[in-house]
Each structure stands twice: as structure tokens, then as C-alpha cells.
T-cell receptor
Framework: AQSVAQPEDQVNVAEGNPLTVKCTYS??????LFWYVQYPNRGLQFLLK??????LVKGSYGFEAEFNKSQTSFHLKKPSALVSDSALYFC?????????????FGDGTTLTVKP | DGGITQSPKYLFRKEGQNVTLSCEQN?????MYWYRQDPGQGLRLIYY???????QKGDIAEGYSVSREKKESFPLTVTSAQKNPTAFYLC????????????FGPGTRLLVL
């Protein structure tokens, strides 16, 4: 079985400050990990993913995430937040060793960046 | 949202009525997915299909049905058996089973009259 947890429903940061959105996962094998962003009444947009290789993954709009196998975490980070980063963020996991072909999504974290 | 279209944007269902949500993609992707999004519950997988003429139930398939007669199309029918259909429905596709980056459509909001 695979699962993912986003422990914070909401994250508030001031513009220009660094931001972190947390994600932890559980899989029986090795994980594929993803971050997506959703703006109001829109579909999700892909931000970045970890498949293999370097634990630090860089993605769109200046976001990055670090895969930490020992802590089973994949936190999303950005050095300097923008008001336009305010949105709903989803972490997703898929167990590499399964053939089910489906990902499990977290419940989402609402990021609010205040000017 | 480019490459995947969903229609209509808003859909109203009467009690006891079946309704069908459309999802079309021109990305030549093999796999397609349907999710339901409720406030505070994230995305829940309804059905997915990894190849034409084949599909599998997701976590909340009861009250829903799908078909995959063409690679580019994956319509979802919300049947009268689905007692709480009000939600935001998202369709997604991915290039193949191993490459699981999913590309999402703009969504359909279903409301019950």
C-alpha cells in the first residue's frame, strides 16, 4: 500500500521569505514523488518530480524539493515567496514496484503569501 | 491545462439522472484517469485506464462508470447510484504507465438540482 501525508492544511508566509510545504510518504518499495499546484477552479499543474538520482530536484517557478529517504519526506521549498505563489499544493506518491499505475495524492496544503 | 479538455465546465444533475462528463486529450497519452475533488479531501481516484479498451476501478468507483473506446477519449458517467455526486471532477493523462507525470484538464463542477 502507498500513502502520502501533508501535515499542514495551511501555510502562511510573507512575501520575500522562504517557504516550505511538507510532505511525507509511505511505500513498500521505492517511490516516485510529485508536487502539483492548483489555482482556484482550475486543474492541477505539474511542478516537479523525483524519480531517481540527485535528491534535490528543481522545478518550475523557482520551486525545489528534497527527497529524504531516511525521513520518508519530500518537502517543497522556495527561497523567496511571491504573492502569486498563493495556491493549493498537492504532493503525490507512486510505488515504483507496483504495476497498478496509479498515484496517491495528499489532501493538499493551502499556501498564502502575504505582501 | 493544454492538451486535455473537459466539458462541460458546469453540469447540473437532477435526482435519478445519469450524466456524462467528457474528457479528451490530444497528447497521444496511453493512460487516463478520473479524480473526484472534495474540499479538504484532496483527490480521490475513481477510475483509470492504461490502454484502449481496458480500465480499472480506483478507490471510489461505486456509482460511476467509464469507457475507453478511443485512445484520446475517456468519458465518465455519474449514475443515479451515486448518492452524493456534487464535487469537482478532474481528468488527467500520462504518457505511459512508468512515466507518471500527470497532465490535468480544467475540471467539471457537478451540482445536483
Amino acid at each position: 500500500a502507498q500513502s502520502v501525508a501533508q501535515p499542514e492544511d495551511q501555510v502562511n508566509v510573507a512575501e520575500g521569505n522562504p517557504l516550505t510545504v511538507k510532505c511525507t510518504y509511505s511505500v513498500s518499495g521505492n517511490p516516485y514523488l510529485f508536487w502539483y499546484v492548483q489555482y482556484p477552479n482550475r486543474g492541477l499543474q505539474f511542478l516537479l518530480k523525483y524519480i531517481t538520482g540527485d535528491n534535490l530536484v528543481k522545478g518550475s517557478y523557482g520551486f525545489e524539493a528534497e527527497f529524504n529517504k531516511s525521513q520518508t519526506s519530500f518537502h517543497l521549498k522556495k527561497p523567496s515567496a511571491l504573492v502569486s505563489d498563493s495556491a493549493l499544493y498537492f504532493c503525490a506518491v507512486r510505488d515504483v514496484n507496483t504495476n497498478a499505475g496509479k498515484s496517491t495524492f495528499g489532501d493538499g496544503t493551502t499556501l498564502t503569501v502575504k505582501p | 491545462d493544454g492538451g486535455i479538455t473537459q466539458s462541460p465546465k458546469y453540469l447540473f444533475r437532477k435526482e435519478g439522472q445519469n450524466v456524462t462528463l467528457s474528457c479528451e486529450q490530444n497528447l497521444n497519452h496511453d493512460a487516463m484517469y478520473w479524480y473526484r475533488q472534495d474540499p479538504g479531501q484532496g483527490l480521490r481516484l475513481i477510475y483509470y485506464s492504461q490502454i484502449v479498451n481496458d480500465f480499472q476501478k480506483g478507490d471510489i468507483a461505486e456509482g460511476y462508470s467509464v469507457s475507453r473506446e478511443k485512445k484520446e477519449s475517456f468519458p465518465l458517467t455519474v449514475t443515479s447510484a451515486q448518492k452524493n455526486p456534487t464535487a469537482f471532477y478532474l481528468c488527467a493523462s500520462s504518457i505511459r504507465r512508468g512515466e507518471e507525470t500527470q497532465y490535468f484538464g480544467p475540471g467539471t463542477r457537478l451540482l445536483v438540482l
